[in-house]
């Protein structure tokens, strides 16, 4: 097997920190780099915009620069080291922006914690399934789901 690119989801939750962690041997072993993504859930913004009466696209230099420094801390936290590490922020629904950067991207490995902020809630999980459910169902290359217990192995 091969990785050259390995690119990590994250919303900055404890599962997200475990699959960094794992992702980080990966790279360390196979000399890749890691790309570590988070998704501004569109959803999320079209909501707070009409709670506000504004147009979601006024709301989102603020969602942008809220989500590039929870990156800053979330990489302060997991320690990348020497690893190559390129961060970016998009915009959409989670697992479909997650699909769409790995393909442009050409990734060789999804990492991603096995459910997020969210948690286990299991009338979202049974009617919508998780975000790393449906990533698994779109991408061709192999995604591994981590669980928040991986961290402390």
Known sequence: MDLQAILVATDF?????????????LARRFGA???????????????LAEHLRQ?????????RERAQQQLSQFLKRVRPEQLVVDSMVAVGLPFQEIAVVARDLAVDLVVMGGYGRGGRGPIEK?????TAEKVVRLLPCPVLCVPPAAEEK
């Open 126 to 130: 049974v009617f919508f399934g998780s």
């Open 55 to 63: 147009e979601p696209e006024a709301l989102l230099p603020e969602f």
């Open 33 to 47: 780099k890691i790309i570590l993504l988070h998704v501004i859930n569109q959803r999320v913004v079209e909501g």
């Open 13 to 25: 939750s404890e599962c997200s920190g475990a699959a960094f962690q794992l992702a980080k041997k």
